[in-house]
């Protein structure tokens, strides 16, 4: 009897370990914008919801960098957000580079890692202006030095957003489709509140974090291989990398990390990610941006430092299953921050779902003229 009593006692202590293992290896909360805003509303933490007029919505917390943590067009979210939501981790965010080098400080001077950046993110955001579901305001001051240790950053990150209209509403080749839209206007400026010159050492970075398996298409200008590099990581698998007629075609794996630098000269301002939603049709994510191809770019691969910079990073990062993402990455070309001064780097995102073949009529409108030629890796 005694027997039987330890074999039951220690049969549940087993299952009980299992269950917890499993609940430790398990996402806490649900990706979907209304689990999302029902763990910051249980947790007291501040947000901004802004609907369109078909209620697809964008979601905004200070506390998490000011990043926009998720979007949900057509009931679903297409950006990829931590699923312990409190890590306060995915969407859309605000990085400067370089990341290393010598005017860098995220990466150690050695690259093998990080400094402390957590007073640029999550930073200490604070709401500046706010009107209702129209236009949202939010400011981080900080200092740090770079790692060569000649430059004091002194320095406040705006981050302003709004509703954009979709450019094809009064296009009568688009009238009367029913497609999902969401539109962003969002620009993040640097300003200099040091006395000294930081002439072109610094840039703005924005980076949209997605759902993997997918497709990004990046116009460029000549589709040459010398249109872009993939030496930052791994070198991208060449069976990943396609010529189209007037883009390339890059595949967002997700599990394997590589990351693709297209060069000022040839990019033309656009970055396009299509995947296949989890309702069965698909979606797009994509930003257009200014560029400048003569400029002096920041950011570049650890062993290529005396190169320059890209305008466009794509990244497919390394983690398995829930924690996979891509990234789409904009830079802004080296700013000229004199004391006092401010610069801004304007992005427009315009995210749509429907079948492929309305969204590839869309990508042959504001994209490129070949978009639904444009090669498209397996997405089943």
């Known amino acids: 009897m005694k027997g039987a009593i330890s074999f039951l006692l220690m049969f549940m202590v087993i299952i009980g370990a299992l269950q917890f ?21 249980s947790h007291k933490i501040e947000h901004y919801v802004f609907s369109n007029n078909q209620d697809n919505q964008f979601l905004v917390v200070p506390e998490f960098g000011a990043r926009i943590l998720a979007v949900s067009v057509g009931g679903e979210n297409l950006f990829w957000t931590h699923p312990e939501i409190l890590q306060g981790q995915g969407g859309q965010r605000s990085w400067i580079s370089p990341e290393g080098g010598a005017k860098g400080f995220i990466f150690r001077p050695d690259w093998k890692r990080n400094r402390d950046f957590s007073m640029m993110d999550p930073g200490n955001f604070k709401v500046s202006f706010f009107k209702e579901n129209e236009h949202l305001v939010l400011q981080n001051t900080f200092k740090t030095a770079s790692n060569d240790g000649q430059e004091t950053y002194d320095l406040t990150l705006t981050r302003e957003l709004r509703h954009e209209e979709d450019p094809l509403k009064d296009d009568p080749e688009f009238k009367g489709l029913k497609y999902n839209y969401l539109g962003i206007d969002f620009v993040h400026k640097l300003k200099n509140n040091g006395e000294a010159i930081h002439d072109r050492i610094l840039g703005l970075w924005c980076l949209i974090q997605v759902p993997p398996e997918g497709t990004m298409i990046v116009p460029v200008q000549e589709v040459k291989k010398e249109a872009w590099r993939d030496t930052y990581f791994e070198p991208i698998p060449s069976e990943y990398a396609k010529a189209n007629a007037d883009s390339f075609s890059f ?8 990351k693709v630098g297209i060069s000022p000269e040839s990019s033309q301002g656009i970055i396009c990610y299509l995947s296949k939603a989890k309702s069965g049709d698909f979606f797009m994510v994509f930003m257009m941006f200014p560029v400048k191809p003569e400029g002096h770019y920041v950011d570049r691969p650890r062993r290529e430092q005396e190169t320059n910079g890209d305008a466009i990073q794509l990244y497919s990062h ?6 996979a993402f891509g990234e789409l990455e904009c830079q802004s070309w080296g700013l000229d921050l004199r004391p006092g001064a401010e610069q801004a780097f304007p992005i427009k995102i315009y995210m749509y779902k429907d079948s492929l073949g309305v969204l590839q009529k869309i990508g042959k409108k504001l994209l490129c003229a070949q978009f639904d030629k444009a090669y498209l890796f397996n997405m089943d």
Request: cysteine-free; proline content about 6%; overall charge neutral.
């Open 251 to 258: 595949y967002i794996h997700g599990s394997r990390r590589y």
């Open 318 to 323: 390394l983690e398995k299953g829930p924690l």
């Open 21 to 41: 293992l499993k609940a430790e290896n398990t996402p806490q909360e649900k990706t979907d914008m209304n689990s999302i805003i029902s763990v910051l509303e």
